[in-house]
């Protein structure tokens, strides 16, 4: 009897356990239709003149995309770019995108 030729991926338990059990820390609310979004963290994403990434940042500013985690490619939602910050403090923005208007709680 043979044994399969198996691809052994190494796994810390302790970070996927907490990963599992991770609360939300952000809580984004779209204006409109009340659309409510929750992740973990989150990132801004700047893109060039071409519409290509160009770099991430963690404060927010005019001309960036915000990004919420998880960070693949099955993310929770990513809103256009960011045209006015209309509003801010340190756990809360209220800004508008090229087609909507968010506000964003740390909770």
């Given at each position: 009897?043979?044994?399969?030729?198996?691809?052994?991926?190494?796994?810390?338990?302790?970070?996927?356990?907490?990963?599992?059990?991770?609360?939300?820390?952000?809580?984004?609310?779209?204006?409109?239709?009340?659309?409510?979004?929750?992740?973990?963290?989150?990132?801004?994403?700047?893109?060039?003149?071409?519409?290509?990434?160009?770099?991430?940042?963690?404060?927010?500013?005019?001309?960036r995309s915000l990004l919420m985690s998880p960070f693949n490619d099955f993310f929770t939602w990513q809103t256009t770019v960011v045209t006015?910050?209309?509003?801010?403090?340190?756990?809360?923005?209220?800004?508008?995108?090229?087609?909507?208007?968010?506000?964003?709680?740390?909770?």
């Amino acid at each position: 009897m043979s044994k399969l030729n198996q691809i052994k991926i190494p796994v810390q338990l302790e970070d996927l356990a907490e990963a599992m059990t991770a609360q939300p820390k952000y809580r984004l609310v779209r204006e409109r239709d009340g659309l409510t979004k929750q992740s973990e963290d989150i990132m801004w994403l700047e893109f060039g003149d071409d519409g290509f990434f160009k770099e991430k940042h963690t404060e927010p500013a005019i001309g960036r995309s915000l990004l919420m985690s998880p960070f693949n490619d099955f993310f929770t939602w990513q809103t256009t770019v960011v045209t006015e910050i209309v509003e801010q403090r340190e756990d809360y923005i209220k800004f508008k995108t090229q087609n909507s208007n968010y506000e964003l709680f740390k909770i």
